[in-house]
T-cell receptor, first 113, second 112 residues
Framework: DAGITQSPRYKITETGRQVTLMCHQTWSHSYMFWYRQDLGHGLRLIYYSAAADITDKGEVPDGYVVSRSKTENFPLTLESATRSQTSVYFC????????????FGPGTRLLVL | SQQGEEDPQALSIQEGENATMNCSYKTSINNLQWYRQNSGRGLVHLILIRSNEREKHSGRLRVTLDTSKKSSSLLITASRAADTASYFCATGPSGGYQKVTFGTGTKLQVIP
């Protein structure tokens, strides 16, 4: 079924480990986004990408790395996980720019011990 | 920093009643969107209202925008238990297509 998918849906890791969260969309949307959702903070933008090979920082990029070699994929890597990165991570895509409708994936719940 | 702030933070109503939630923001915007998030799920887009629009309808949803007061409201009429969710506004600042900012949401509970 077409749409936007994330994997894994749940992940437990330890402090200091590298973790990669995957995001895949089938619409060929140009824009893709990574958000984290924490209680009391709403959604905060980590990184976004306007097209393949074009990425830029959002509000809270420290400790994260992204890449976008193909339009449909936008992986998010935590280079050395910290407890403060325990969160729910959402990937989203948009056909237009930042301000058009965003379509969200189901989320990845990450626990860093 | 949060551009949109929803009010109230939580709302509990009986099925069949109307639910109203508000969003206030600080700077000029191109548009404002409302999203719904069911527990444990991703956000789903509900409606987008542009800065030159004052009111928009979609089914049982009615959104208003008052740019002079920098506020928007989302009205859900004849609520159903299935409307139980968190509702977020997302503001798109004016001056080019800058990044949208999501508020912290209103948690709506509709009691059957």
């Amino acid at each position: 079924d077409a749409g936007i998918t994330q994997s894994p849906r749940y992940k437990i890791t330890e402090t200091g480990r590298q973790v990669t969260l995957m995001c895949h969309q089938t619409w060929s949307h140009s824009y893709m986004f990574w958000y984290r959702q924490d209680l009391g903070h709403g959604l905060r933008l980590i990184y976004y990408s306007a097209a393949a090979d074009i990425t830029d920082k959002g509000e809270v990029p420290d400790g994260y790395v992204v890449s976008r070699s193909k339009t449909e994929n936008f992986p998010l890597t935590l280079e050395s996980a910290t407890r403060s990165q325990t969160s729910v991570y959402f990937c989203a895509s948009s056909a237009g720019n930042h301000q058009e409708t965003q379509y969200f994936g189901p989320g990845t719940r990450l626990l860093v011990l | 920093s949060q551009q949109g702030e929803e009010d109230p933070q939580a709302l509990s109503i009986q099925e069949g009643e109307n639910a109203t939630m508000n969003c206030s923001y600080k700077t000029s915007i191109n548009n404002l969107q409302w999203y719904r998030q069911n527990s444990g799920r991703g956000l789903v887009h509900l409606i987008l209202i542009r800065s030159n629009e004052r009111e928009k309808h979609s089914g049982r949803l009615r959104v208003t925008l008052d740019t002079s007061k920098k506020s928007s409201s989302l009205l859900i009429t004849a609520s159903r238990a299935a409307d139980t969710a968190s509702y977020f506004c997302a503001t798109g600042p004016s001056g080019g297509y800058q990044k949208v900012t999501f508020g912290t949401g209103t948690k709506l509970q509709v009691i059957p």
